[in-house]
């Protein structure tokens, strides 16, 4: 049997309404007169830097010029010279010190006009995005299915998007497994290509039970594995080992850290779930179950 499916991309029936759009627009907008804002303190800062540093090599160079205009005697101008000069070097000291905290201030202000140009940019590409889903209401994307099930038995439509398209998307946990090395088998013996291999799908295992158990319901709950090596496993961290107890100090400035103690917390939860002979695994999906779909990052 043929049938005809009419499919849109995304969540199927889903309408983005004007409002969504308007919102949308808004915030991108917004985030680019931050960066507007943003670039004025940055390029205000820089100058603002300059001139500190102009006018301290200014006073330095005067008070370089007084000391050696002065007489190298005891007498009063001299002295008066001499104590002059002394005055402006200690004055362009303080200008050094101020030109730096002024560079220092501009090269945040820089970093701060980078992360919100990154900022406009996603707020940008949502919107238009979401400007494109508008434009969807009415028109049809056609697929054909060729079915060996009557229509009565299975439709079209959800044989399309509960059977091919998680067929598609099975196409991204392959994908998934190549981004943690799967994809280079370099040795010579294939026993050892092999190993290799073995490696890489346990590695890949251990990070789906993470995002199946540790990641639950936290911003990276549809993670691919990728992002949760880059974000959780690749920081730096300070090992302490002590008689008792083995430390692990994270730096502070980890952007990470609240998710990380989550992620912990979570790992605990399910420790203590499994000590008591409870399974928490699920049982896998068969043909013509809804999968959790996983988010391309």
Known sequence: ?????????????????????????????QAAQHVAEAQSGAASATATAVEQQQRAQRLASLAETMAAAAPRDRSERAKSLRANAKSIRKQAQRME??????????????????????????????????????GWEGKSNVRFVVLSRTAQELDGRT??????????????????????????LPCEAMRANQIRLYQCSFAYVLCMLLRRFGLA?????????????????????????????????????????????????????????????????????????????????
């Open 97 to 134: 010190v101020l030109a730096r905290k002024e560079r220092r201030a501009a090269v945040k202000a820089e970093k701060r006009v980078e992360k919100l140009q990154t900022q406009a940019a996603t707020a940008r590409t949502a919107a238009d995005w979401l400007f494109e889903q508008a």
């Open 1 to 29: 049997m043929v049938v005809k499916v009419e499919h849109l991309p995304g969540p199927t029936g889903d309408s983005v309404s004007a409002l969504a759009v308007a919102a949308a627009e808004k915030s991108a907008v």
């Open 159 to 184: 044989a399309y998007e509960e059977g091919y398209c998680p067929r598609g998307d099975a196409e991204n946990r392959i994908k998934e497994q190549k981004y943690l090395f799967a994809g280079s």
């Open 217 to 297: 319901e936290t911003e990276l709950s549809q993670a691919q594995c990728p992002t949760i090596r880059t974000r959780l496993f690749k920081i730096g961290a300070l090992i302490q080992v002590t008689t008792r107890r083995v430390w692990t100090h994270l730096s502070s400035s980890y952007p990470y850290r609240e998710l990380f103690g989550q992620v912990l917390s979570n790992l605990r939860r399910a420790a203590e779930t499994f000590s008591r002979g409870v399974p928490g695994i699920p049982d896998p999906g068969f043909a013509g179950d809804a999968p959790p779909r996983l988010a391309d990052t």
